[in-house]
Each structure stands twice: as structure tokens, then as C-alpha cells.
């Protein structure tokens, strides 16, 4: 009698995980999404402002034009021009000053209700790095890997707040981390020192990178400072991204952003930032 229970409870349970279930997931309304970078870096610099499409769409963000885009830092004011796909480039070239705070300011009439919003934001932009050495050997912990070690002067903290940083590596001019999901990033909160030396900061993996080292081939670590803020907002992207671990856990909080609306509580997606930058390259 009691196998013939557990026969049934059986068929029960596999009959009930077959039930088809339908779930009907209506589309959100668009977002705006503003994304800005001021570096140091002397260049026509840009503003990306699209608007978000929904979780089944395909192809990418829709660009919004018709925005009135500025930035400004101690008196200056740097004016931006639509240049298709969403960009709105400066009209002049010009470099981010270490020390300074930029303001954003778009103008954009985002709910087509006939009256301009106000979108604001503002970033410190850190003093750089000094990188004076990188070195490209086999790794002592992990077989056929190879390490890229950085020697540098770090910048001091403004106000004891920790710096972030954000490293891009380059194989002969080609990208290896380009991505914001591959971003490499650190912070000096608990670093006691200015001065770091061979410190182990990426490994190349011929599988995952495409990289077959070769005599004389160019490696170049660029280094790009930032804002505690921004540091925050690229783990945020990054966790979304990847999705919760462990597999059950909590839902991931949403991105946060320093952008907001002056006039109205509307929704916004994104960030501004400023930072500075430092780079070095070597011959394998």
C-alpha cells in the first residue's frame, strides 16, 4: 500500500510541474538615459542621451535629439551639437582639468508635454595617476597566463574620500576590456600607501582574449581615475548584468545614478562623470 502512494505522489508532482503557466509582461514606459564623460584627455568630448527600449526589444537604444546640452567648470561653458545616434559631441576640442567640478545640464521636453526639463548633474574630476613602469611576465600562480604589473604614484584622497580607479588593456591598439561587463576596477580605500609597485593588475588568457603573445607585440595599460560615485555605479551595471548570486538571491537593486530632473520627479537612467588619465605602453 505504501508503494503504491508513493507512485501516486509521484505522478502528482511530475503532472503539476508540466502545467503550463503564462505570464503576460507588459512593456514599461521609455526612460531617458544620459550618459556623459569629461577626461583629460584633449578632445571633442560627448554627451549620449537615448531612451531605453523594452526587456524583449531587439537592436540598440534609440537616440534622442532635439536636446540642448551644455557642461561647465569655473566660469567656462562648453556647448554640444547632436551628431546622430544619440551624441552630442562639443563644438570644441578641449581637455578636463584635474581639481575641477563640471556641471551637465540638458534641456529636453523628454514627455512631449510642450514645456523643457531641466536635467542636472555635476562630477569632481580626480587628479591622475603617475604610472611610471608596467612588465608583462608568466604568471608564478597560474599556467599559461600571462601578468601585466603596474608600478605607480597614486593621487591623494580629496577630503579622505577613496579614489576609484578604471584599467583598459590594449593588445597591439585592440581593446581587451572594452566592455562596461569586462571593466576592471579597484579602490584605494584601504590602500595606506601612494605607491604601488608590480602590482599584478591583469591576466592575459590566449583563450579568452585571442592573444597569442608574439616578440615585439605592444601592450598598453591606460588608467582612468574616478569618482567614488562612479566606481559605485559600474558595480551596480556589472551585478545587473551578471544577474543575482547566489543563483536564489535577492532581486538587484536598481542602478543608481547622479542625474536628476530639476522641475518635475521624472525617471532617469544613467550617469556623469569626469575623470582624469594616465597611460603606458611596453614591447613584449
Given at each position: 500500500m505504501k508503494q503504491i502512494c508513493n507512485i501516486f505522489l509521484a505522478i502528482l508532482l511530475l503532472s503539476a510541474c508540466t502545467e503550463r503557466i503564462d505570464i503576460h509582461t507588459d512593456e514599461a514606459a521609455p526612460k531617458l538615459v544620459i550618459y556623459g564623460k569629461i577626461s583629460t584627455d584633449h578632445q571633442r568630448q560627448v554627451v549620449n542621451i537615448t531612451r531605453s527600449t523594452g526587456y524583449f526589444a531587439d537592436g540598440k537604444p534609440e537616440g534622442v535629439h532635439g536636446a540642448e546640452v551644455e557642461v561647465t567648470s569655473s566660469g567656462r561653458t562648453y556647448h554640444f551639437s547632436y551628431a546622430g545616434n544619440g551624441n552630442y559631441v562639443s563644438d570644441a576640442n578641449f581637455s578636463g582639468e584635474e581639481g575641477e567640478t563640471y556641471q551637465l545640464q540638458v534641456?529636453?521636453?523628454?514627455?512631449?508635454?510642450?514645456?523643457?526639463?531641466?536635467?542636472?548633474?555635476?562630477?569632481?574630476?580626480?587628479?591622475?595617476?603617475?604610472?611610471?613602469?608596467?612588465?608583462?611576465?608568466?604568471?608564478?600562480?597560474?599556467?599559461?597566463?600571462?601578468?601585466?604589473?603596474?608600478?605607480?604614484?597614486?593621487?591623494?584622497?580629496?577630503?579622505?574620500?577613496?579614489?576609484?580607479?578604471?584599467?583598459?588593456?590594449?593588445?597591439?591598439?585592440?581593446?581587451?576590456?572594452d566592455s562596461l561587463k569586462n571593466f576592471s576596477t579597484f579602490s584605494d580605500e584601504y590602500i595606506n600607501t601612494r605607491r604601488l609597485d608590480t602590482l599584478t593588475c591583469y591576466y592575459i588568457s590566449e583563450k579568452r582574449d585571442d592573444v597569442d603573445l608574439m616578440p615585439q607585440d605592444i601592450i598598453k595599460v591606460r588608467v582612468e581615475v574616478i569618482t567614488r560615485d562612479y566606481l559605485e555605479f559600474i558595480t551596480d551595471a556589472q551585478n545587473e548584468i551578471s544577474g543575482s548570486m547566489p543563483l536564489f538571491g535577492g532581486p538587484p537593486a536598481n542602478v543608481r545614478t547622479n542625474i536628476r530632473c530639476r522641475e518635475k520627479n521624472?525617471?532617469?537612467?544613467?550617469?556623469?562623470?569626469?575623470?582624469?588619465?594616465?597611460?603606458?605602453?611596453?614591447?613584449?
Open positions: 534641456r529636453l521636453d523628454f514627455d512631449e508635454d510642450g514645456i523643457q526639463e531641466t536635467y542636472e548633474a555635476s562630477s569632481y574630476l580626480p587628479h591622475r595617476i603617475r604610472i611610471d613602469d608596467i612588465r608583462i611576465v608568466p604568471s608564478r600562480i597560474f599556467d599559461q597566463l600571462i601578468e601585466i604589473q603596474l608600478s605607480a604614484d597614486l593621487p591623494e584622497k580629496k577630503d579622505g574620500i577613496a579614489n576609484g580607479y578604471n584599467l583598459h588593456f590594449y593588445h597591439n591598439d585592440r581593446a581587451l576590456n521624472m525617471p532617469v537612467m544613467g550617469f556623469f562623470t569626469a575623470f582624469s588619465v594616465d597611460e603606458i605602453a611596453t614591447m613584449y
